[in-house]
């Protein structure tokens, strides 16, 4: 017995060999005698009890997520080139919602510049990671994210071709984002066009996936060679993700979007969770697992193709958020979905505001912070973890 | 409920089907099956094509008459329980959300006391109610098999079907989970349909047996004193063997030159 891989709580007390539980295995007729046994409402209370203790620690973990993104709102909204204090920024969001308006200058700063980019951000890293969630349950692969579809590539090649070759579909000052979230929902098409060809094997789905994104690559960079260096360094910093520059309809657009898709995926929770054992095992429980799949494709497209057209590319959130909290509650989808949401929601809203106050007055894009603060934050996770999550 | 296959031919892709002109006919009244044969002659195959999870090149698969492709989805999970011998899951729930998920069609939005109590017993009938709360992924496979078994359990429908339920069980767990199986299917009116490898333990507890043989076809289906004999045994297996009586079952013992 190696002692030193086993983890502490294990090892007994006496140095003896380890502790098995107890374990007691019925006869037959005892067997049958639990199962045809008649309704007791002690048992049912003690199981209920019993099963209400384990789901705590979720809520709870959940409820602490929304009290985290709730005060790093807070703090977003009061850190920048004018400092407002925590409480003093609870007191104009409240004043400003009761119309009783006091300090114009600080609720100027807040509603009209602050607010918007935060709950920008909140709305990009709850949709991200609820799209890296689902993506890593329908594809049954830890490795897929919101991104794993060509998203990226198709939205890239989009505001490629609007910046460099100035060609868009729309005209005026939503035509990159239109140009970004019409060719995002190309991918996805293929995907599915393929997947109705050849079945929709989760592996076939991820592996056109990145034939599609090596594909569009492929032919923005033909449009990036052609270009002039300005047009390039504005594609640059787009790529690199942002929430500068956003105002109320921004958010208020991408709400409407991505909420109703995110609680269409909310309610599909139970039916990932018999996906995790295979189509086969979700069909024989009555799943319709392509209608499930393709359903579930196309709403994360919506949400990351809305949420991309605005923000650029903000990596990692969607792929990290939700292993995280798979390491602290488990991978039961109806707990791990919305606490994927706030936490991805939290880290987005802290590296921006980060890279916002951290340099003045130069900012640092969003998307490399994400990476700065998630990576190592997954890291001492994974090494901190004593279960077995993957 | 009746499970009649008629004339089915069935198979991968456009390769030689797997299964050729089965015809069978079982209900409630049958107890416990166990079908056994060797490995790749169909056995799978079969039991998914009585789930439907697997189109059938002619012939059908009738429920109570009606043909399974006419069924829903939802229809079918009601009716018919199905527990694979394989999961390749990354899932780490613990052992009694696993258990519940069998409950998912009984479930709406929050789950009831009824259900929960059906989860802890089938858990207890298992005897792994030590490991309830571990995660599922940290069990051996004979554990992480008893939890499937259990969630078929709960999933409490007329027509219970297990692809070798027993292959990773000690010999105790084997000849319990077997016997189980013919209790409650007795007790509860229940079709239970398995596959098994162990031939005595099948021919000790099931009501009825099902040999298949290469290519594909039904040789012998009846009780165990009927089907379980030298002849049949060299068809499907291509062994000799001499069979005693045990308990009253015919028990196969494989000469081991044959082999």
Known sequence: ?390 | MEVRVESLFCGYGKEEPVLSDINLEMSTDDGLICIIGPNGVGKSTLIKCIDGLIQPQSGAVLLDGKDVREYGRKELADRIGYVQSVYDTRSNMSVFETVSMGRFNHMGWRVSAEDLQMVDRAIRVMGIQHLSEKSINELSAGQFQKAMIARGLVQDTEVLILDEPTSNLDIRSQVFVTSLLKNMANVEKKLIIMISHDVNIASKMADKILILARPGRVLAFGTPEEVITESNIMEAYGVECDITDHEGRPNILIRSDSV
Not at chain 1, 250 to 265: A, E, N, Q, R
Not at chain 1, 308 to 332: E, Q, Y
Request: charged share 15%.
């Open chain 1, 1 to 390: 017995m190696n002692w030193f891989i086993l983890p502490i709580e294990k090892r007994p007390a006496d140095g003896g060999p380890l502790n098995q539980d107890s374990i007691k295995e019925p006869t037959v007729k005892e067997a049958i005698a639990i199962w045809g046994a008649p309704t007791d409402e002690d048992e049912k209370r003690r199981v209920k009890e019993g099963y209400a203790r384990t789901s705590r620690t979720k809520i709870l973990f959940i409820v602490f997520g929304i009290i985290a993104l709730v005060v790093s709102l807070i703090v977003a909204v009061g850190l920048g080139p004018v400092t407002i204090g925590f409480f003093n920024s609870i007191q104009i969001l409240i004043d400003h919602i009761t119309g009783n308006i006091q300090d114009r200058t600080n609720d100027y700063f807040i509603w009209e510049g602050r607010l918007p980019r935060a709950l920008l951000g909140a709305l990009t890293g709850a949709g991200l990671a609820v799209g890296g969630c689902v993506m890593q349950s329908i594809l049954n692969n830890n490795l897929a994210d919101s991104y794993t579809t060509g998203i990226s590539a198709g939205a890239g090649f989009g505001a490629t071709i609007a910046f460099i070759a100035g060609i868009t579909l729309s005209t005026g000052a939503y035509a990159v984002v239109i140009n970004a979230f019409v060719f995002s929902l190309i991918p996805t098409l293929v995907i599915l066009g393929i997947s109705k060809l050849k079945g929709g094997s989760p592996l076939v789905m991820v592996m056109s996936g990145i034939a599609l994104m090596y594909f569009f690559n492929a032919v923005s960079s033909v449009f990036k060679i052609m270009a002039d260096p300005k047009d390039l360094a504005a594609l640059y910093a787009w790529q690199l993700g942002s929430l500068g520059n956003c105002q109320w309809p921004d958010v208020i657009l991408v709400f409407v979007v991505s909420i109703p898709c995110t609680l269409l995926l909310l309610f599909f929770t139970s039916r990932f969770n018999l996906l995790s054992f295979g189509d086969d095992y979700a069909k024989s429980m009555g799943v319709n697992v392509s209608f499930l799949r393709n359903t579930s494709l196309v709403a994360v497209t919506v949400i990351t193709a809305i949420l991309v057209s605005f923000t650029g590319l903000i990596g990692f959130v969607g792929l990290v958020a939700p292993h995280i909290c798979r390491i602290v509650i488990g991978s039961d989808n109806r707990y791990l979905l919305p606490a994927s949401a706030f936490v991805g929601a939290f880290l987005v809203v802290v590296a921006d505001t980060f890279g916002r106050v951290a340099f003045q007055p130069y900012e640092l894009q969003v998307g490399i912070i994400t990476a700065f603060i998630g990576a190592p934050l997954f890291l001492y996770l994974l090494l901190r973890s004593k279960k077995t999550v993957w």
